[in-house]
């Protein structure tokens, strides 16, 4: 299965993400981890485009074939990227489940960008205006919304095995 965690950034979808894979034993794969990874080589002259993203659908294909669940966790703004990951699926021949993670709290959410500590080596941190400024396409498919202004970290990971179980 591949589990697509996408959202804006602060809504908690590393957190999630990270606890999720550790309870099922599954594949986490973070596209900040391999954007920052790829501006860190000699041989980068930027920019990213979607670089990163691509590094990430082949790993998550590669793993997905081998029979591991992989949880895909980036901000997943655009229509054409959303669609790439559902590909991924598609060509292992396995299942996805799109999940978005929203706050709806806007204050939560800024607080939550204004005092995350830096998690990965050299990544550039995200202002609470790159949130409000980020370009982020509207869902145009059914996918599973989750609040976490509302839902903890452990009652959203209970909330995703629960649909799992049930795919």
């Given at each position: ?45 930027g920019p990213m485009n ?44 396995v299942g996805a489940l ?70």
């Amino acid at each position: 299965m591949l589990v697509i965690l996408s959202g804006l950034p602060g809504v908690g979808k590393s957190t999630v993400a990270r606890e999720l894979a550790r309870q099922i034993g599954a594949v986490h794969v973070r596209i900040d981890s391999i954007e920052q990874a790829i501006m860190d080589s000699e041989n980068f002259s930027g920019p990213m485009n979607d670089g990163g993203y691509r590094v990430g659908y082949a790993v998550a294909l590669d793993n997905l074939r081998v029979g591991r669940t992989v949880i895909a966790d980036s901000v997943n703004p655009l229509g054409v990227t959303r669609d790439a990951w559902i590909d991924v699926a598609r060509q292992a021949g396995v299942g996805a489940l799109e999940i978005e993670l929203v706050c709806t709290d806007a204050g939560e959410h800024r607080r939550r960008i204004e005092t995350r500590p830096a998690d990965t080596p050299g990544l550039k941190r995200v202002t609470w205006q790159d949130v409000l400024s980020r370009d982020y396409e509207r869902w145009t498919r059914e996918h599973i919304v989750v609040n976490t202004a509302v839902n903890d970290v452990e009652q959203t990971v209970t909330m995703i095995q629960k649909t799992l179980a049930n795919k």
